[in-house]
């Protein structure tokens, strides 16, 4: 239990991002599954919404013909068998004769095989009919009720019916039956073509277009009308369009004419697809930004936990760097007390011992006491025209009395020529120095030697300060300049240090508009460099 706790702990924001993306890949892959039905369906309604588009076109023209064709042909049967059928050229002339282009009456009572009239609408009379084309195809369209009234059979419920044989003559008739319900004659229409493709069809497709899809542009949707041989005789659009149509042939009359409608961007299923596709887009948009929130948050609290583990750290380490310069004061400090040093030389090299752990124990306070002004904005600097060999020897020969003991030897290493004066905190820009000094010695390793640098490049001045020692991975050298940042891996990790050094050299430096680099190879030491602009 210990073991995976620890594990979570370190793992956080990897748990987290499990625990988050498992169900929303779930919800994902149900949501895709959910619109590929969605697809599928909304292709078959889509399909479906153009065939009840094409079937509510057909019933309108089918209803526009029986209507006309029962308020024309309803003729009574007393005017047959009375004698009277010229009151129904009176009944004609009353109604207009819209949709036909010849009517005519088959008499069955008077003649053996019929009594053939049609309708003269100039003289408004009923005249037989000369020998023609037109004559010939009454005349066979009629032949089944010729024969029906010629053998004395009944119709018990005479309805219209329509004979197309000839395409150039569309007929609709209505038998007439007496109340024996035999058939006495017949009334009947020679459809007019022209009428019905020039005016009653275009009419009606592009009436009922906007009811069924009002939310498609006009254009987009293309209606093309065939007759029987193929040719087109109508299309909403010029130029002929292409790909999958629904298709329907018309009912009642023209039946041999073929309905088609098609969108000129796409077919159904490609309208579906494309609805599929953009849902979907839209899903792993959401979903992309839910997890990119998700994500952020975490690493929020993950860099959260992280900095709180930095602080603990911080406050483990610095307790033991001010333990140490402390109990060296202490123990010095109780030696001179207790009488114990009586030559002078022990006295004086006792007291710099004291000096240099005071002043190592300023430094580090001082580092403290940087920072919390660093982080709450109240960090200000005095500058002033300084020569920078001024302050960096200084700093040199205060650290030198520390180092003493330890063997360590700094080479300084300054131009013969003079520096021009840098506009600098010198107590800032010595701090900078020291803290660079002070990492040199904890991370020389086995090496005890330091160079301290100072040149002059252009309209700059760099300091410089180079070790020997573990050197820094290529991976940490970016991260290294930031608050708390300590190396995680190798021996530079068991070097105590507050890991504030750095971070205040960085915000030193930048506060005096130059730039701080570090070169380093694990095993080959590392080289700070401070650029002062001049």
Not at 92 to 109: S, Y
Not at 158 to 165: A, F, G, N, Q, S
Not at 171 to 193: C, F, K, Q, R, W
Request: charged share 25%.
């Amino acid at each position: 239990m210990p073991r995976l706790g620890a594990f979570a702990k370190r793992h956080t924001i990897l748990l987290g991002l499990v625990a988050v993306l498992v169900p929303l890949l779930v919800l994902l892959i149900l949501q895709s599954v959910w619109l590929a039905r969605l697809e599928r369906v909304s292709a078959i309604a889509h399909k479906a919404a153009l065939s009840n588009y094409l079937e509510s076109v057909g019933t309108e023209l089918q209803y526009f013909y029986r209507s006309s064709a029962e308020r024309l042909l309803n003729v009574p049967a007393t005017l047959f068998t009375q004698g009277r059928l010229d009151q129904a050229a009176i009944h004609w002339n009353k109604k207009p004769l819209q949709g036909a282009r010849r009517l005519f009456l088959v008499d069955f009572t008077r003649e053996r095989f019929g009594n053939f009239l049609v309708y003269n609408p100039s003289t408004q009379t009923l005249v037989a009919p000369p020998a023609s084309n037109e004559s010939l195809a009454i005349v066979l369209a009629c032949s089944p009720w010729q024969f029906l009234s010629h053998g004395g059979g009944a119709l018990a419920s005479p309805t219209l019916t329509v004979d197309e044989r000839n395409p150039e003559y569309r007929i609709i008739m209505n038998p007439i039956t007496d109340d024996a319900s035999s058939v006495v004659g017949i009334a009947g229409m020679i459809l007019d073509e022209g009428f019905f493709g020039k005016d009653l069809l275009p009419r009606t497709i592009r009436k009922a277009l906007p009811s069924f899809f009002p939310e498609v542009p006009a254009e987009e949707l293309v209606v093309t009308v065939r007759n029987g041989r193929g040719g087109v005789v109508f299309s909403t659009r010029k130029d002929d369009a292409t790909g999958e149509a629904v298709t329907a042939r018309l009912p009642f009359v023209f039946s041999d004419w073929t309905l088609a409608i098609h969108g000129t961007r796409h077919t159904p299923e490609e309208w579906a697809r494309a609805g599929f596709v953009s849902n979907m887009a839209l899903s792993a948009l959401l979903a992309a930004a839910l997890l990119g929130g998700i994500v952020f948050a975490l690493r929020a609290a993950n860099r959260a936990m992280i900095l709180s583990e930095m602080k603990s750290d911080f406050v483990s380490n610095v307790s033991h760097e001010l333990r140490t310069p402390l109990a060296s004061i202490r123990v010095f400090a109780e030696l001179l007390r207790l009488g114990k040093v009586e030559s002078p030389e022990k006295v004086r090299e006792y007291g710099e011992h004291i000096e240099a752990e005071s002043r190592r124990l300023s430094r580090l306070l001082n580092n403290i006491l940087d920072f919390a002004r660093i982080e709450s904005g109240r960090k200000t600097y005095e500058f002033v025209k300084t020569d920078v060999r001024e302050v960096v020897v200084g700093i040199v020969k205060a650290f030198e009395v520390r180092l003493r003991a330890t063997g360590f030897r700094i080479e300084v290493d300054v131009p013969a020529e003079p520096l021009p004066p840098v506009e600098m905190d010198p107590d800032a820009i010595g701090q900078a120095v020291h803290n660079l000094l002070d990492n040199a010695v904890k991370y020389s390793g086995n090496s005890k030697e330091v160079g301290v640098r100072l040149a002059r490049d252009g309209d700059s001045v760099v300091i410089t300060v180079q070790d020997r020692g573990i050197g820094i991975a290529r991976g940490e050298q970016e991260k290294i300049f930031e608050r708390f940042h300590r190396v995680s891996t190798g021996l530079v990790h068991d070097v105590r240090g507050s890991g504030l050094g750095l971070s205040i050299v960085h915000h030193i430096v930048q506060a005096h508009r130059g730039k701080v680099r570090v070169e380093s190879e694990p095993g080959r030491g590392s080289t700070f460099s401070i650029r002062l602009p001049a």
